[in-house]
């Protein structure tokens, strides 16, 4: 590794806004301030922001408010504090790497800190740039490895358990070491456990030809697929196909055999029982009028009924493979309760409960449509576990046509309502408008009235925006589409925005390497920008600084909720970033309520965030809002690129 040429800048991800956040836990300040001191040479371009904890409670506090990007943890805390530590980090949901700071006389507790999950350690008596440097380095670069690998295992490890196929795995004797539930269930057993715990791979001979077979089995070193007769828990005998192949144990000893096997015994005997089961299910299914689909566990659509094309207009084949509440479905909940977001994903609905929901649907006309959800899970006779789900769709504007009329007509109004204030406002504020005009023209430069003039032309403009707010309240039609770069588009309004934030708040702005080509409407998304701009700017009462990043996502990569409410496929994400006030999580969850305000009375209408929610989704995309109090807000805003 090149030191000369490694920095904080180059360390940290260059598409990453925002500063290299470290968490020092030790109850030490000057130490803390060296360290600091030390670090800012090696920044560049990038800020180091260090945060001091001086006890692992405090730590513990920091690291949920975050986020964080390391830690330097002080051994002088102790044993106990350390092994705290390193638990809470490991459990929680955003793991921090860990670099310990220590002495040569700490030694012991060092190894203990390093077996129990800290990436690196530094003596304090020998601090230095490249030291600390080098270790920033490893100890991310480990942090990252590790998660890659966690996720393959889990990825690995489902693959395994989930499998239609009975899979195991056995020692050089013959012991079980491991299996899944199908293997478990062909052999008699009630779950892996007692599989485990009582279980084998036992031929149907005696013990001395099941020896030799068994023997023989474990000898081979390629693969061998055949048929055996294997002897159930009960004592019966059940033909498998069964294929084995040789393995590598955890000491890299090829002395394990691995194998999958599938039942033989019923498979002829079933045949005819399940396509005459399978044919009177979807004759029945076929004759429900209302929407009905077949979801497996993982909540994608895997089947559906004649009804379903007629009603959505869509067709079959492209519902099959996704998510209910992603493209084309989008079902959403008519009231969007993060209850009720939760509870639609329906990866919480288990056998014995059902769910019924009012959800809005996007229909193959181009609308939005209400339907009464109806859903229920089918165990499986053996485990009990989730099989497939059920999903009833039905009319909404029939089973709560009052409430469905009642919103459309409340809508309507709203938007009758808008139209006639937006046309009143504007004669009246052309009117006013023209004699600001005329009053600025008789007034000479330098004559304390123009001000006011200028002032009261000001508010007329405002008024105006307001009227624009007002007339986009309910409004559901689609947006006048065209590309644009997203890049571009934010260079162009850089100078505008600037001018709007002035001189005691600085605009930086991160755009992608990569253009950002999206389908929208330029004014709507113009106003987006803006507005959230201008809430950053609310939020820094005394200056400061707005980050505008954007980037380029794909929604496989995401391991957050808004790959749960998005289609497949490429994003370009908008991310507006301030370090203000912030807020608690009780004003967090209304900021997009209509109506709502935290400004003062005759100072904010509320409308502001309400139709920046409207605009991205009409656009088909999404909006978060991540924030603490005095900590700043982080909004992000996902729009899909064509």
């Not at 099941?210 to 009960?234: E, M, P």
């Not at 509440?325 to 994903?345: G, M, W, Y």
Request: proline fraction near 4%; charged fraction near 25%; glycine fraction near 8%.
């Amino acid at each position: 590794m090149d030191t000369n040429r490694l920095s904080l800048e180059t360390l940290w991800l260059k598409d990453q806004p925002g500063p290299f956040a470290v968490l020092a836990v030790s109850p030490n300040r000057t130490a803390v301030a060296f360290l600091e001191k030390m670090m800012r040479p090696l920044a560049g371009r990038k800020k180091v922001e260090m945060t001091q904890a001086r006890s692992v409670s405090e730590a513990i506090n920091e690291l949920d408010l975050g986020p964080f990007h390391l830690c330097l943890f002080d051994v002088d805390l102790g044993e106990a504090a350390l092994l705290r530590w390193l638990k809470t980090t490991q459990a929680h949901e955003n793991r921090l790497p860990t670099v310990l700071l220590t002495s040569p006389d700490q030694e012991e507790l060092t190894a203990r800190g390093l077996l129990e999950g800290a990436r690196d350690y530094l003596f304090k008596t020998s601090l230095d740039p490249e030291l600390l440097l080098r270790s920033m380095h490893y100890s991310l670069e480990r942090e990252k490895a590790d998660q890659a690998l966690g996720r393959a295992t889990r990825l690995s490890r489902r693959f395994f358990a989930q499998s239609p196929v009975g899979t195991f795995r056995l020692s050089a004797e013959g012991d079980l070491l491991d299996c899944n539930t199908t293997f478990a269930q062909t052999l008699g057993y009630e779950n892996t456990e007692q599989a485990l715990r009582e279980g084998g791979l036992s031929l149907y001979y005696s013990d001395q030809t099941n020896h030799r077979q068994l023997d023989w089995l474990l000898g081979l070193t390629v693969l061998a697929d055949n048929r055996v007769c294997l002897r159930r828990a009960d004592g019966n005998p059940v033909w498998v196909q069964m294929r084995i192949w040789t393995a590598e144990g955890l000491d890299g000893q090829a002395d394990q055999v691995e194998g999958a096997l599938s039942d033989l015994t019923t498979t002829e005997g079933i045949r005819d029982e399940l396509h005459r089961t399978q044919a009177e299910l979807t004759t029945l299914v076929d004759l429900i009028e209302e929407v009905a689909l077949f979801v497996d566990p993982m909540g994608r659509i895997q089947g559906c009924n004649k009804a379903t094309e007629r009603v959505l207009e869509l067709e079959a084949e492209d519902l099959l493979g996704h998510l209910i509440t992603e493209a084309p479905l989008q079902a959403r909940p008519f009231v969007a309760t993060p209850d009720q977001v939760r509870l639609l994903s329906l990866e919480e609905l288990r056998p014995g409960h059902d769910l019924r929901a009012k959800v809005v649907v996007s229909c193959g006309d181009g609308r939005d449509h209400l339907f009464e959800l109806r859903a229920m899970a089918v165990p499986q006779p053996a485990s009990g576990e989730t099989s497939c789900i059920i999903v009833i769709l039905g009319d909404g504007r029939k089973t709560s046509k009052a409430e469905a009329e009642q919103q459309e007509n409340r809508l309507a109004t709203m938007g009758r309502m808008a139209g006639g204030v937006v046309h009143d406002f504007n004669n009246l504020l052309t009117t006013i408008l023209g004699y600001n005009d005329m009053l600025l023209l008789e007034l000479e430069e330098g004559d304390r009235r123009r001000q006011h003039v200028v002032e009261a032309r000001k508010s007329t403009i405002r008024a105006k925006a307001l009227a624009e707010d007002l007339l986009g309240v309910g409004r559901e039609d689609g947006l006048e589409a065209e590309v644009l770069d997203i890049n571009q588009m934010l260079r162009e309004m850089q100078g505008s925005l600037e001018g709007l934030l002035g001189g005691a708040i600085t605009l930086v702005t991160e755009c992608s390497d990569r253009a950002l080509p999206v389908r929208i409407d330029r004014d709507p998304i113009e106003r987006v920008v803006t507005n959230l701009v201008l809430n950053a700017k609310d939020a820094l009462p005394g200056g400061g600084r707005i980050i505008l990043a954007t980037d380029r996502i794909d929604v496989a990569d995401l391991e957050e909720s808004p790959s749960e409410r998005l289609a497949p496929g490429w994003y370009a994400l908008l991310k507006i970033r301030d370090y203000g006030i912030g807020m608690d999580e009780a004003t967090r969850s209304k900021i997009f309520e209509p109506f709502f305000t935290t400004k003062g009375e005759g100072q904010g209408t509320g409308l502001g965030l309400s139709t920046v929610r409207d605009i991205v989704r009409r656009s088909k995309g999404w909006i978060s809002v991540v924030s603490a109090p005095n900590r700043g807000t982080t909004v992000r805003v996902w729009l899909p690129m064509v």
